[in-house]
């Protein structure tokens, strides 16, 4: 039997994750490739602008660029000018997206619970404080 290191089983899950994700999201107009991460970012932090979602959703400019202006495209975010930097934008959730809001959180918690279901509840407090060690590791870079 081969032998998987952390990063590639890591990498394995996060794409299974991401697949069936946005497979449970497309209904909604919501696409893949993290389209539910900026979302969940604008509707915790209204006017935030496209440079602060990029550092906390941990993706590059132009994926966030994108994902932003199909977000846009699909009614559930606004851009407004920045009032004290005319070049930038803020970005803020429409009606759609916060009445969408509590349908995004009971996906995302069953989800959850289905990716997990296989692990006790000791052992998913254990994955989840090992994972945010590994996380904070990388952080201190």
Do not use: W
Request: charged share 30%.
């Amino acid at each position: 039997m081969e032998k998987f290191f952390v990063g590639k089983l890591i990498s394995y899950i996060q794409r299974m994750n991401q697949k069936q994700l946005a497979a449970l999201l497309k209904p909604y107009d919501i696409g893949g490739g993290g389209h539910h991460t900026y979302l969940k970012a604008i509707l915790a932090n209204p006017g935030i602008n496209q440079d602060q979602l990029t550092s906390e959703a941990k993706f590059d400019k132009a994926t966030t660029a994108r994902c932003v202006k199909q977000l846009e495209e699909a009614g559930y975010v606004y851009r407004r000018i920045d009032d004290q930097d005319r070049r930038a934008y803020r970005l803020y959730p429409t009606q759609k997206a916060k009445d969408f809001e509590p349908t995004l959180r009971r996906i995302f918690e069953e989800h959850n619970r289905r990716f997990t279901s296989c692990l006790t509840e000791a052992e998913k407090e254990q994955l989840s404080s090992l994972l945010q060690k590994i996380y904070d590791s990388y952080q201190a870079d």
